[in-house]
């Protein structure tokens, strides 16, 4: 079935300091992936939506200029958390649908992020 | 406003029971109807994924939806420990976008 691969599963940073995550379609393109971010025990908050080719979609609070995204392939979405942190320190979750309208999601691995 | 309600538990059964698990959702206009599995420092796992009124059994799992009443529920039954998990309830939007519920803990005691 089809994969997405989120890489790095898991970083420490200096406050201050810029952090990239990058998420990955392994067997199908994705013109749309999703990024999430959850904090301890608490449900998945859509982020911002990340369009191949052109500017994300951030939701309502999110910071464009903090968390920059960048779709520059039909596999390939990239978070930046720039001058991260502490309260920056979350649980980061992409996806992407599975392109069938069925409405499917398939989730890459998760990615949390310690801001020292 | 979309909006996923799901009620956050903890739900605790004991080992063999059936756990029942429940959704409502606003929209009438929703599409299609998905219960993920997250445990605990995990990403989310598709456990079911429902399209039409009725049931939908996938081993011991089994999805019912009731779009006149808005509500998805997911039934897990010889509930086991591994079954410890949040459950989150997903509502797909046709060309729109995906709408998750908070979760709901579940605790299988064995």
């Known amino acids: 079935g089809a994969v997405v691969s989120q890489h790095p599963s898991r970083v420490i940073c200096k406050s201050g300091t810029s952090v990239k995550i990058e998420c990955r379609s392994l067997d199908f393109q994705a013109t749309t992936m999703f990024w999430y971010r959850q904090f301890p025990k608490q449900s998945l908050m859509l982020m911002a939506t990340s369009n191949e080719g052109s500017k994300a979609t951030y939701e309502q609070g999110v910071e464009k200029d903090k968390f920059l995204i960048n779709h520059a392939s039909l596999t390939l979405s990239t978070l930046t958390v720039t001058s991260a942190h502490p309260e920056d320190s979350s649980f980061y979750i992409c996806?992407?649908?599975?392109?069938?309208?069925?409405?499917?999601?398939?989730f890459g691995e998760g990615s949390r992020l310690t801001v020292l | 406003q979309k909006e996923v309600e799901q009620n956050s538990g903890p739900l605790s059964v004991p080992e063999g029971a059936i756990a029942s698990l429940n959704c409502t959702y606003s929209?009438?206009?929703?599409?299609?109807f998905f219960w993920y599995r997250q445990y605990s420092g995990k990403s989310p796992e598709l456990i079911m994924s429902?399209?039409?009124?009725g049931d939908k059994e996938d081993g011991r799992f089994t999805a019912q939806l009731n779009k006149a009443s808005q509500y998805v529920s997911l039934l897990i039954r010889d509930s086991q420990p591994s079954d410890s998990a949040t459950y989150l309830c997903?509502?797909?939007?046709?060309?729109?976008?995906?709408?998750f519920g908070p979760g709901t803990r579940l605790s299988v005691l064995p």
């Open positions: 429902i399209y039409s009124n």
């Open positions: 929209d009438r206009g929703s599409q299609s």
């Open positions: 996806s992407a649908p599975s392109g069938l309208n069925t409405g499917e999601l398939f």
């Open positions: 997903a509502v797909f939007y046709y060309g729109q976008n995906f709408v």
